[in-house]
């Protein structure tokens, strides 16, 4: 018979990108690779051809190395870059602050100063407070800037606010980390190149994301500022990030990165969440907080309602007090998902 509450559970849902499957072509991409030996930890065919796309879209000297995950690609990119003594600045919301058990904080020994943000982005006047006890030995030092592209607000950094951000840190001997992990979400919301939201914005490090749009697993350090890649190769083995099988991650990234998948994923993703927020908005009972600019839709739903939707197609409270929650749409929402779902929750709510 099985397991009973996994027999339950609903085949779609708004939790997570994170929850969709693995596109076709990435699947693919993997089966072929899955063809003879070849030489292990990234020493083969498929991920130099995998870098070389990446250079293609970011530029011919960029570093990349290729990680398991989000949480190890953010964790190693701000290792690189720091001492213990020194402090990254983040949002609040970030996902370095709230969703990685303590992670960075282990592993680089640094402090992390969250900031409150109203929809989960950073400005200069931010981060100035922050730099008033610099050179005094008795607080920890700001060296990196960390933001998220898209927001865990789903909100977007325009190039003119990551130029801005990433001037004022480079001006205070800063540095500008970018947790890619919706990165093409946010170049699709923006109609730009991915290079025009890091490398030409004034990113230093990106952790670029793959897992929420549309591979199964594998995530990036980008390097643009070249010094910070110099032992990286070290840090990566030491912090259990460096995949012997490395080609299954290449030939995924390879996949995404030809012929714009990334950013077909991404549009699809962006315009099933646009289509949610405004069939959500039409309801007297639900508010949507937060503007809609990648994938994601947060609102305000009625407490009773909340257990009573969730059974059906599962997603998370993101703030229990205010009953608001977060509803996120990935290369594989249909149009079919968000009408069923607005069926619902009208039927619930009233």
Known sequence: M???SMQTKPRRSFASDNNAGVHPSVMEAMAAANDGHVIAYGDDVYTARAVKKFREHLGKDTQVFFVFGGTGANILGLKAATQPHHAVICAETAHINVDECGAPEKFTGCKLLGVRTDDGKLTVEHIKPLLHEV???HHVQPRVISISQATEMGTVYKPRELKALASFAHDHGLLLHMDGARIANA???LDVKLRAITRDAGVDILSFGGAKNGMMY???VVFFNQKLAEDFKYTRKQG???P???RFISAQFEALLTDDLWRRNAQHANRMAQMLAAALAGIPQITVTQKVEANGVFALVPKRSVPLLQKKYFFYIWNEEKSEVRL???????E???TNFVSLVKKTVR
């Open 187 to 189: 170049a699709a919301s």
């Open 135 to 137: 050179g005094f030995e």
């Open 336 to 338: 079919g998902d968000i």
């Open 218 to 220: 594998g995530e990036a």
């Open 240 to 242: 259990a990030q460096l």
């Open 244 to 246: 012997s099988k490395m």
């Open 2 to 4: 099985g397991d009973v």
């Open 328 to 334: 996120m749409t990935s290369f594989d929402t249909t």
